[in-house]
């Protein structure tokens, strides 16, 4: 599918990090910021002249991505188509069907070719309205190569127009050393855009595009500035870019959105999601097993609920298994002996599951290790002890201990060797 999924567009809310590095390019400069999870911000000019692998800044970020911290790049307004699109719908769920094909009618290349993300969706007048960003596969594909001469590699590609400072009703402009961004703003983001390799604010480029969008009378927008040609006051708007781009990789929420997905999804990032998606997978499946093995205690009503939670393990074992679905009342026993089959090193912790205070800690434990991004090797649980190993980082194996501490497990984590970490302790009384 071209449309990236709402898990691609904002990966920091499911695979958290401490480290964040944003890198923009700047005609024949590099502008780099590292950020930290407490919002610590530091910053670096390189000229491409000078960049290799013993620069003392490209050192700096490889050691940091080798211990878990994130690359941001951004991607020239060029680059990325900006759509409004409205639907006669105001059903959500009837609009977000349609709205692939309504931007596929609005851009001049193939949907299939692209990556496309659908942002701000809302109910306006009698149907909805949203925001659509589209980016050509060949466009990214290239993007990457370039990092990749750099021996760079981002693990998000975030459109740099979503990164200026908002400004509605209208334009905000970053100004570099040697290039130029600039887009119009309304209510809910940028509305058209530009780019431009003259970075002055009295640039041809520039002007054009303020004349294009002047009102009826012919005046010119208004226009905010930053960057280190918009005569900006303080450091962190002289750095803005940057600064937007290493706090994309960071913090869950921000308003840019990452368009490396798919087929041309990061490695790391890939592996990660594939985590987490078969972690809520097992506690979706362990949590609706010890329901199921509940008798009823509240009658009629208790029955339609084991019967509804019945259809959904039905549903859940079609799609985890790919096997149709057995006789009602079958599926926990063989979801049972399929993750013993398949996933013979955790099926352990299955064998408590009739007992009620199982589940609870069961479910703090893997939804810890997901949290992490730690990829779990072996799980022992019983009412008070737990064995786990983790396959992890040396950052990720000491948040996931302290994760376990937060949740009430007393040990401290060791590591056995070749990237491998085990818990063992007890739970506090």
């Not at 009618?105 to 949907?111: E, G, H, Q, S, V």
């Not at 570099?176 to 983001?189: E, L, M, S, V």
């Not at 810890?368 to 008070?384: I, K």
Request: charged letters at 25%.
């Amino acid at each position: 599918m071209p449309v990236v999924g709402t898990d691609w567009l904002q990966p920091a809310r499911w695979a958290p990090v401490q480290i964040g590095w944003g890198v923009a390019r700047d005609g024949d400069q590099l502008r780099f910021c590292r950020r930290t999870a407490r919002g610590k911000h530091a910053f670096w000019q390189v000229p491409l002249a000078e960049w290799n692998a013993e620069h003392e800044v490209s050192a700096k970020l490889r050691q940091d991505v080798k211990r878990g911290a994130r690359l941001v790049a951004g991607l020239d307004p060029s680059k990325v188509l900006i759509r409004e699109l409205s639907s006669p719908f105001k059903d959500r769920q009837k609009t977000e069907e349609i709205w692939p094909s309504v931007l596929d009618a609005a851009i001049p290349f193939p949907l299939e070719n692209c990556q496309a993300a659908f942002l701000f969706s809302r109910v306006e007048g009698e149907g909805m309205r949203c925001l659509a960003l589209a980016a050509r596969d060949l466009d990214l594909q290239s993007e990457l190569k370039a990092w990749k001469e750099l021996d760079l590699e981002p693990e998000f590609l975030v459109p740099e127009v979503l990164l200026l400072p908002a400004h509605e009703g209208g334009v905000s402009a970053w100004f570099g050393n040697h290039r130029a961004i600039f887009a119009t703003w309304g209510r809910y983001g940028p509305t058209a855009s530009g780019s431009a390799k003259d970075a002055n604010p009295e640039g041809r480029a520039f002007k054009r595009f303020l004349a294009a969008h002047a009102d009826e009378s012919g005046t010119p927008p208004a226009f905010s500035a930053c960057g280190p040609r918009a005569h900006a006051e303080n450091a962190k708007s002289s750095c803005h870019l940057e600064t937007a781009l290493a706090d994309a990789g960071v913090v869950t929420g921000h308003p840019g959105v990452n368009l490396r997905a798919g087929d041309l999804a990061h490695p790391r990032l890939a592996k990660q999601k594939g985590r987490k998606s078969r972690g809520l997978m097992f506690a979706a499946v362990c949590v609706l097993l010890v329901s199921l093995s509940l008798r009823p205690a509240i009658g009629l009503w208790f029955e339609s609920e084991r019967n509804e939670i019945r259809q959904e393990i039905a549903d859940i074992f079609e799609a985890f298994t790919g096997y149709p679905s057995p006789a009602r009342g079958e599926e926990a026993l063989l979801l049972d002996r399929y993750l013993e089959r398949e996933w013979g090193q955790v099926s352990g912790a299955l064998t408590g599951l009739r007992r009620r205070e199982i589940p609870t800690q069961l479910a703090d434990v893997l939804l810890a290790a997901q949290f992490t991004g730690t990829s779990v090797r072996e799980l022992r649980l019983s009412t008070n002890q737990l064995h786990l190993e983790v396959q992890a980082l040396d950052t990720e194996a000491l948040r996931l201990g302290r994760r376990l501490k937060d949740s009430g497990w007393r040990g401290e984590p060791r590591e056995r060797g070749d990237g491998v970490w085990v818990f063992e302790g007890e739970l506090q009384p």
